[in-house]
């Protein structure tokens, strides 16, 4: 069965430093999305992103961070300067349609450590 | 705005017992509402999910939630509780902005007791 997959599954960096986290999105979805949930608190809608366009973002979601799909199977999210408290397990997903009565696919995530 | 609210932070049933984890909506419109559960460092894995299609709608691993529009609820449940149910559940709603994101319930951890 198709699964959204992402890499690296943990990462490591220092304050300051620029990451970027990697996921591939099942292939003839459309819809891609990341999430991020920091240690026991909810999962958190970050950005969706359709047509190489962003088309949704939220507040967390501000000038550190962007996202790009720079060929047909990747999705990436950038954060240009890492921030102690961006340490959290960030997940991407994807979707085949945009109607809500579909569900997004969740990869297993990448837990991100700020020191 | 369309939210989600999990009551209980932590539940605690005994091997064997019923599972009920409660979830309330609020929605202006006719909300698609869907259970994941999280394993311990794992990504999370949908449950079930309601698209109008029943009131009653039935998932993976045993488990079954009821769509209630006049409690505003979608509460889930298991007859028979298992070791291997121990995880954390979210309730989720599917928002229909531009871009169709999903809402998360603070979530509810499910210890089983043996």
């Known amino acids: 069965e198709p699964e959204v997959t992402q890499t690296p599954s943990h990462q490591v960096t220092q304050m300051g430093q620029e990451v970027i986290l990697r996921c591939v999105p099942i292939s003839n979805h459309l819809y891609f999305y990341w999430y991020r949930q920091i240690l026991g608190q909810k999962v958190e809608f970050l950005v969706s992103?359709?047509?190489?366009?962003?088309?949704?973002k939220s507040e967390i979601f501000d000038d550190q961070f962007s996202v790009e799909r720079p060929d047909g199977s990747n999705f990436t999210l950038k954060i240009r300067s890492t921030k102690l408290e961006d340490s959290a397990m960030y997940f991407c997903?994807?979707?085949?349609?945009?109607?809500?009565?579909?569900?997004?696919?969740f990869g297993p995530g990448t837990r991100l450590t700020v020191l | 705005a369309q939210s989600v609210t999990q009551l209980g932070s932590h539940v605690s049933v005994s091997e064997g017992a019923l599972v009920l984890l409660r979830c309330n909506y609020s929605?202006?419109?006719?909300?698609?509402l869907f259970w994941y559960v999280q394993y311990p460092n794992q990504g999370l894995q949908l449950l079930l999910k309601y698209t109008s299609a029943a009131t009653l709608v039935k998932g993976i691993n045993g488990f079954e939630a009821e769509f209630k529009k006049s409690e505003t609820s979608f509460h889930l449940t298991k007859p028979s509780a298992h070791m291997s149910d121990a995880a954390e559940y979210f309730c989720a709603v599917r928002v229909g902005t531009g871009g169709f994101k999903t809402i998360f319930g603070a979530g509810t951890r499910l210890f089983v007791k043996a």
């Open positions: 929605s202006s419109v006719p909300p698609y």
């Open positions: 992103f359709y047509n190489n366009e962003i088309s949704e």
């Open positions: 997903a994807s979707s085949p349609y945009r109607e809500s009565y579909n569900e997004q696919f």
